[in-house]
């Protein structure tokens, strides 16, 4: 596996790590709505590529309250691996999912956590220091910090260790890499529309002004204009 070997459906795999209530209260930066449409925007995303995930959280009944409802929706079947660590490379249910997948073949291991400085540096440190086969792809707007300071300093110090900073939207085009794949074109435009904001308006009038499709959905009659007098 190498680093210039770009992300594929066969050779990565996704946590997330901690996308729960209490801990996006603290959450300063990235505006924490932006924050919820990344994360499940990534989850849907794997799902359209059967990318294998792993949720995790930590003192859920205590503390940080239940996963995101918008983002368990996507994966109803998934177990949720709780933690008391904060570090969830501290729990051997999170080492063996993650094994499972790499002896798969899935070493790339995508990662959308919170916090930025916390619980996600001391994931990829510990996990590329134990298993320097590991390649970790660290979402950046998928995952918060209590600052833009306290995020973009863990980016830097990530980065520094070997972990390879991405975005949601990169990862989801890096899977699909070819328009030429129809199997999961529509499922992925269709992803687009929803949650990649201005690329997905443009799809919408590509098809419509463009293309003269029709509207994507129903509406009542367009009346007007009639100027007032």
């Known amino acids: 596996m190498s680093k210039l070997e770009v992300l594929t459906p066969a050779n990565s795999q996704l946590i997330f790590i901690d996308?729960?209530?209490?801990?996006?209260?603290?959450?300063?930066?990235?505006?924490?709505?932006?924050?919820?449409?990344?994360?499940?925007?990534?989850?849907?995303?794997?799902r359209i590529f059967n990318v294998p995930t792993t949720i995790t959280t930590v003192e859920t009944e205590s503390f940080?309250?239940?996963?995101?409802?918008?983002?368990?929706?996507?994966?109803?079947?998934?177990d949720i691996l709780e933690r008391t660590s904060m570090n969830s490379w501290d729990d051997?249910?999170?080492r063996d999912a993650l094994a499972k997948n790499a002896a798969n073949g899935r070493k790339k291991i995508v990662v959308s956590g919170l916090w930025t400085?916390?619980?996600n540096?001391?994931?990829a440190l510990s996990a590329l220091h134990d298993v320097p086969e590991y390649e970790i792809y660290m979402v950046a707007d998928a995952s918060g910090g209590t600052s833009s300071d306290a995020h973009k300093y863990a980016m830097d110090r990530m980065v520094q260790?070997?972990?390879?900073?991405?975005?949601?939207?990169?990862?989801?085009?890096?899977?699909?890499?070819?328009?030429a794949r129809k199997e999961t074109y529509d499922a992925v435009t269709t992803l687009v529309k929803e949650h990649s904001g201005a690329y997905g308006m443009g799809i919408d009038y590509a098809i419509t002004h463009v293309h003269g499709g029709a509207e994507r959905v129903?509406?009542?009659?367009?009346?007007?204009?009639?100027?007032?007098?």
């Not at 996308?19 to 989850?43: C, E, Y």
């Not at 390879?164 to 890499?177: A, H, K, M, N």
């Not at 129903?218 to 007098?229: E, F, L, Q, T, V």
């Open 19 to 46: 996308q729960q209530p209490q801990m996006a209260f603290g959450v300063q930066s990235i505006d924490r709505q932006t924050l919820k449409n990344n994360v499940v925007g990534l989850a849907k995303a794997a």
């Open 64 to 78: 940080s309250g239940n996963t995101f409802p918008e983002l368990l929706a996507v994966y109803p079947q998934n």
């Open 92 to 94: 051997q249910n999170v």
């Open 117 to 119: 400085e916390v619980c």
């Open 121 to 123: 540096t001391t994931f």
């Open 161 to 179: 260790a070997g972990v390879i900073p991405v975005t949601w939207q990169q990862v989801l085009l890096e899977w699909q890499r070819d328009w």
């Open 218 to 229: 129903s509406h009542g009659n367009r009346i007007g204009p009639n100027p007032a007098k």
